[in-house]
């Protein structure tokens, strides 16, 4: 009898982020690998800076959604 392998899949490294702003704790979802400045709703503080790969976060991540 032969038996498989098992197959491995490749899984991406980005992700999407629940954070909270430093100034007025208002949370929101942001990308990990944001290409273009992503800024509070209700404040308007930067949260995110894109960097050439994974973005700067600049907020207090709360969660991570797989």
Known sequence: ???KERVLYPRPKSMFLLVRCPSCK???VVYSHAT???KCDSC???????SG??????A???KKMD
Request: net charge neutral.
């Open 26 to 28: 208002t949370e929101r």
């Open 36 to 38: 273009v400045p992503t």
């Open 44 to 50: 308007g503080e930067i949260l995110t800076e894109p």
């Open 53 to 58: 790969g994974r973005a700067m976060i600049r």
């Open 1 to 3: 009898m032969v038996r």
């Open 60 to 62: 207090e991540i709360i």
